[in-house]
C-alpha cells in the first residue's frame, strides 16, 4: 500500500511539473524563441571569427551548433509566428517578425560553416523568398490594424531585414571556388610582384602587401595558374622580391590566407563594394528609424495596452540590433580591406586613409591575421607504447571508436609556445631554404616538381637500393615506412646528432605521420589513415613472440586509476608524443629491429607499381633504416646522415603541398589553417616571382607572350 501511495504521488508531481513546462511553453514560447535567436546571433558574432586561429574540437562543435540553431530557430519562430503572431494580451508578437530576417541574415564574420554552404547558395536563396513571404504576410496581417508608427517600424525593419538576408546569400554566392575562378577569368590579371619593394616590412605594410598580392592567392584556390602582366616587368626594377622579404614571405603568406578565409566564409566579398557599404548604411539607417518609431509608439494612445514584457523584450531586440549594426559598420569602415581599396584609388584619398589607418593600428589587425604556429604531431611507436588499461581507451573500445580515440587523444602539436630551442622559426627556415634549392635546380633543369625526396638522395649520393624504392611508391606508404626508419634508424644510431637537427627531423617526420592519420585529405592520392594499423599490431604481436615480461614489455598496461581527478585528466588532456617516454619507444625500436633482422637478405625491393606493402612495412622500414646505418658509416664525420633524413622528409612536405587539392586546402582555413596550406602558397610565389624574374627578358622580346596567361591545370 505504502509503495502504491509513493508511486501515485511521483506520478502525479511528474504530471504536474510537465503540465507547468507545457503551459509556460504556450504562454511564452514566442517570446523565448525570439530571445534565443538574438542571444545566438550575439554568440556568432563574438566567437564566429575565432576558428581562424583555432581547431579546438570542442569550441568547433558549439559554434558549428550556434550555426545550425540560429537559422533553424529563426525559421521555426516565422513560421509560428505566421500561423498565430498576435494575440489580445501579446500585440507586439508579430512586431517582431522582420528582426527573424534580420538574424537569418546572421553576422559579417561567419555566412558559412564549411565550404559547401558556398555552393548550396541557391538552395539559400530559395529559403529567402520563403522566409520574406512569411515575414511579409505575417507584418500585412496581423501589423496592417496596428497604429502608424509601428506599421512603419515593422515596414523600416522588413527593409533592413531583406537586405541583411539578401547580403548573406550573396556573400555565399561570391565566396563559391566557381565564382572566384569565373572573377579572376574574366578580368586582366594585374599583380605586380615588384609593388611589394616600395612598402616596408612592417606587419601593417606587408598587410598591404598582402592585399595587393592576393590575386595571386585567389588564383591558387581556383586552381589557375597565372604568369605576371608582361606590362608590370621592367628592366629597372628587378631586384628580387623573395631575397627582399625573405621570412616576411610567410607573414605576407599568412596575411593572405587569412584573407581568402575572409572570402569563403565571411562576407566580405559584398561588404567591401560600394552595393555593400550601401547596404551597411540603409540597414543601419533603417534599424535607428524603426527604433525611434517604435518608441514614438510605445509612448502614444496605444501603448498602454501593450504587454510590459512584450515591450521589454521589443527594447532588448531594438537596442541588439542597433549594437550590432554599429559595429558592424564600424567593422567595415575600419577594415584592412578598405585601407587596401582607398591605397588604390591613390592620392586623392590619402586623408581619409590617414585617419582610418591611425584608428585601425591601435587594435593591430595585421598581428590577428597571421597563422596561431602550431604544428600537428602524430608518432607510431608513442601510440604503440601506449597504455590500454586507460578508461578512455577501453570506453572508445567499447563503443566502437577506437580508431578515433587513439588519432584523436595521442595527436600532439609543436607549437610557438615549445619550451624547446627548436621553433617553429626553424621549419619555416629549413623549409624556405628548400625551396630556394629546389627553384636554383629547376633552373638548370636538376628536378622536377614531382620529386618527393629523390632531388636529395641524388645531390647527396644515395639514390640507390631501397633508398630509391623508398620515394617511388604510394605516398602514404612511403610516408609510413619513412616514418619507422627515422624512429628506428635514431634509436640505432651511434653517430653525434646535433640537438636541433634530430629535433626537426623528428618534428616533420611527425607532422607527415599527422597528415596521414588524422588529415589525410590534406594528402595528394588516395591517403589511407588506417595505413598504419598494421604495423601498429605486427608490433604488438612482435613483443607477445619474444615472451618480454611485464617490467621489460613497453607495451605492458599499467594499472587502472580510479581516481576521478586523474580518470578527467585522461579525457580531457591530449597524451601526443611531447609526453611520452623515450625508453618506451626505445624499446619498441629494438624489438622491430631485432624481430626484422633475419629477414633482411632475403627481401627484395618492392614494385613501385606492385602491391601494397601496408602489411610488412616494418620489414622494409628496418630495411631502409639498415641502408641509412651503412650510409653512416660512409660519411663517417663528413656529413651528418639526419642530414639526408631530413632533407627527404621536407622534400615530401613541399611535395604534399604541392599536389594537394586546392579544396582540402579551402576547407582548413575553417580549422585554425594547416602549415602544409602555407607551404602550398609559399611554393606558388616562389613560382609566381622567379617567373617574374627570370622571364621578364622572354616576356618583353616575345610578342605572343605579351597577353595575360592563365589556364588551368
Request: hydrophobic share 45%; glycine share 6%; with cysteine.
Amino acid at each position: 500500500m505504502l509503495a502504491t501511495a509513493d508511486r501515485h504521488y511521483f506520478e502525479t508531481m511528474s504530471s504536474l511539473e510537465v503540465g507547468w513546462v507545457v503551459q509556460l511553453w504556450n504562454e511564452w514560447g514566442i517570446q523565448i524563441l525570439v530571445l534565443a535567436s538574438f542571444t545566438l546571433q550575439v554568440f556568432l558574432l563574438i566567437f564566429g571569427g575565432i576558428r581562424r586561429h583555432s581547431s579546438s574540437s570542442v569550441l568547433m562543435f558549439f559554434l558549428w551548433s550556434a550555426y545550425l540553431l540560429a537559422d533553424s530557430t529563426a525559421i521555426y519562430t516565422l513560421g509560428h509566428l505566421s500561423v498565430d503572431g498576435r494575440s489580445d494580451e501579446h500585440q507586439l508578437v508579430a512586431f517582431w517578425a522582420p528582426f527573424l530576417l534580420l538574424h537569418l541574415g546572421g553576422p559579417d564574420n561567419i555566412t558559412a560553416y564549411a565550404l559547401e554552404d558556398n555552393t548550396l547558395w541557391l538552395r539559400h536563396l530559395q529559403t529567402l523568398a520563403v522566409q520574406v513571404l512569411g515575414a511579409a504576410y505575417v507584418v500585412y496581417t496581423y501589423m496592417a490594424s496596428s497604429d502608424a508608427d509601428l506599421l512603419l517600424a515593422s515596414v523600416s525593419m522588413f527593409v533592413a531585414g531583406l537586405l541583411k538576408y539578401g547580403e548573406r546569400i550573396w556573400a555565399l554566392k561570391c565566396g563559391n571556388i566557381s565564382s572566384i575562378r569565373s572573377s579572376i577569368s574574366s578580368r586582366k590579371f594585374k599583380t605586380d610582384p615588384y609593388e611589394l619593394l616600395a612598402m616596408g616590412t612592417t606587419e601593417e605594410e606587408l598587410l598591404l602587401g598582402a592585399h595587393s598580392q592576393f590575386d595571386i592567392c585567389k588564383g591558387v584556390f581556383a586552381d589557375i595558374i597565372m604568369l605576371p602582366n608582361p606590362s608590370v616587368l621592367s628592366r629597372s626594377k628587378r631586384r628580387s622580391v623573395i631575397a627582399y622579404l625573405g621570412e616576411d614571405l610567410y607573414k605576407l603568406v599568412e596575411m593572405e590566407l587569412s584573407l581568402m578565409y575572409d572570402l569563403l566564409y565571411t562576407k566580405a566579398a559584398v561588404i567591401h563594394t560600394w552595393y555593400g557599404f550601401c547596404i551597411h548604411f540603409v540597414s543601419l539607417f533603417g534599424t535607428a528609424t524603426t527604433f525611434v518609431l517604435f518608441q514614438l509608439s510605445v509612448s502614444g494612445s496605444r501603448g498602454s495596452g501593450y504587454s510590459r514584457e512584450d515591450v521589454i523584450i521589443s527594447y532588448v531586440l531594438l537596442v541588439g540590433a542597433l549594437v550590432l549594426e554599429i559595429i558592424s559598420a564600424c567593422r567595415a569602415v575600419l577594415s584592412t580591406w578598405t585601407c587596401s581599396l582607398l591605397h588604390r584609388r591613390g592620392r586623392a584619398w590619402e586623408w581619409p586613409l590617414h585617419v582610418i589607418t591611425s584608428f585601425s593600428r591601435r587594435v593591430h589587425p595585421a598581428s590577428r591575421r597571421l597563422w596561431s604556429g602550431s604544428i600537428g604531431q602524430y608518432n607510431l611507436f608513442h601510440l604503440c607504447a601506449r597504455n590500454g588499461n586507460e578508461v578512455g581507451s577501453r570506453a572508445a573500445a567499447r563503443l566502437g571508436l577506437h580508431d578515433w580515440w587513439n588519432t584523436v587523444h595521442f595527436s600532439g602539436e609543436f607549437s610557438r609556445s615549445s619550451t624547446s630551442s627548436f621553433s617553429i622559426q626553424d621549419i619555416k627556415r629549413l623549409v624556405l631554404e628548400a625551396l630556394q634549392n629546389k627553384e636554383r635546380a629547376l633552373q638548370f633543369k636538376d628536378t622536377d616538381l614531382n620529386s618527393r625526396g629523390s632531388f636529395v638522395l641524388k645531390s647527396l649520393g644515395a639514390y640507390e637500393g631501397f633508398a630509391r624504392w623508398s620515394v617511388n611508391i604510394d605516398f602514404d606508404e612511403s610516408i609510413l615506412v619513412w616514418h619507422i626508419a627515422t624512429e628506428v634508424y635514431v634509436r640505432r644510431s651511434r653517430a653525434r646528432h646535433a640537438g636541433e637537427l634530430a629535433e626537426a627531423t623528428e618534428v616533420i617526420s611527425n607532422y607527415m605521420m599527422f597528415l596521414l592519420v588524422a588529415k589525410p585529405n590534406m594528402l595528394p592520392g588516395a591517403a589511407r589513415h588506417n595505413i598504419h594499423l598494421a604495423s601498429c599490431e605486427q608490433i604488438e604481436a612482435h613483443c607477445g613472440r619474444m615472451g618480454l615480461g611485464d617490467k621489460g614489455n613497453p607495451m605492458a598496461a599499467s594499472p587502472v586509476s580510479w581516481n576521478p581527478y586523474s580518470i578527467l585528466r585522461e579525457l580531457l588532456h591530449n597524451d601526443g608524443p611531447s609526453c611520452s617516454s623515450i625508453p618506451r619507444r626505445e624499446k619498441l625500436a629494438e624489438v622491430v629491429w631485432n624481430f626484422s633482422q633475419f629477414a633482411l637478405g632475403s627481401v627484395k625491393a618492392p614494385n613501385p607499381h606492385g602491391e601494397s606493402i601496408r602489411d610488412s612495412a616494418n620489414m622494409y622500414a628496418v630495411l631502409l633504416a639498415n641502408e641509412l646505418l651503412s650510409i653512416e658509416l660512409r660519411w663517417q664525420e663528413e656529413r651528418d646522415t639526419l642530414e639526408l633524413i631530413l632533407g627527404v622528409w621536407v622534400e615530401m612536405l613541399l611535395y604534399a603541398a604541392d599536389h594537394c587539392s586546392q579544396e582540402s586546402h579551402a576547407r582548413q582555413l575553417s580549422n585554425g589553417c594547416e602549415f602544409i596550406t602555407i607551404v602550398s602558397l609559399l611554393a606558388h610565389h616562389f613560382k609566381y616571382y622567379s617567373g617574374a624574374s627570370r622571364g621578364a627578358d622572354d616576356l618583353e622580346n616575345n610578342p605572343s607572350m605579351r597577353t595575360l596567361r592563365t589556364w588551368s591545370r
